[in-house]
């Protein structure tokens, strides 16, 4: 059964700092990937996919993410991190012809002064 | 405005007491699921449906009833809950084609 693995449940980060957050999934097969953010007390909303029309994804807020087929990953990182920054940030995938999602278990950024 | 939305947001009931949240979407998306947010767990799927009277079971359907007569709505049935479904819920929509989701703002359920 396909699994979304997020290293590191909580990421500690300085202003101004790469952010780094990994995610890690098992499928053979390439599937459609994505990463979600999470403000507090708000429903998710889409950061960027990966629909296999470039390895290097660009979303919004200065995020972007790196698939990695050899290595079945797909870790989403930010140059400079700002204190708006800070939320919890979730990997999914879903297979291609399917519409099963299956997320991470999350991993909580935190952004210091 | 294109938007999801979940009634209610808050929802304190009894073990036993059928209960049923609604989810209803206005950008005609084909694509609607169900899921359950825990600490640790992330959010996993109860169940999803990819156009009207078309559904299937995600993760963790046991306890929960779907249906999709119409395809902007989407309505979540616990029929008899407990308190192990005390959880967030959310309800997210998509163009089949698309995959990504839209969400709801979340409904917290608790079963006392």
């Known amino acids: 059964a396909q699994s979304v693995t997020q290293l590191g449940s909580h990421v500690s980060v300085s202003e101004g700092a790469l952010v780094l957050l990994r995610c890690n999934y098992s499928s053979s097969v390439p599937p459609y990937l994505f990463w979600y953010v999470q403000y507090p007390n708000q429903g998710l909303q889409l950061l960027l996919k990966?629909?296999?029309?470039?390895?290097l994804v660009k979303g919004i807020n200065g995020f972007e993410a790196e698939f990695k087929k050899s290595e079945t990953s797909f870790h989403l990182t930010k140059p400079s991190a700002h204190m708006s920054d800070a939320a919890e940030y979730f990997c999914a995938v879903v297979d291609t012809g399917g519409f099963k999602t299956i997320f991470g278990a999350g991993t909580r950024l935190f952004v210091k002064a | 405005e294109a938007q999801v939305t979940q009634n209610p947001r808050y929802l304190i009931t009894v073990t036993g007491k059928k209960l049923t949240v609604t989810c209803s979407q206005n950008?005609?998306?084909?694509?609607m699921s169900w899921y359950r947010q825990d600490p640790g767990l992330g959010l996993r799927q109860i169940y999803y449906?990819?156009?009207?009277?078309?559904?299937d079971k995600g993760d963790v359907p046991e306890g929960y009833k779907v249906s999709r007569k119409e395809k902007r709505n989407f309505p979540l049935i616990l029929e008899s809950p407990s308190p192990n479904q005390t959880s967030l819920y959310f309800c997210?929509?998509?163009?089949?084609?698309?995959?990504?989701?839209?969400f709801g703002p979340g409904t917290r359920l608790t079963v006392t």
């Open positions: 990966y629909t296999s029309a470039a390895t």
């Open positions: 950008m005609n998306h084909e694509y």
């Open positions: 997210a929509s998509s163009f089949g084609t698309e995959r990504e989701q839209y």
């Open positions: 449906s990819m156009n009207v009277e078309v559904t």
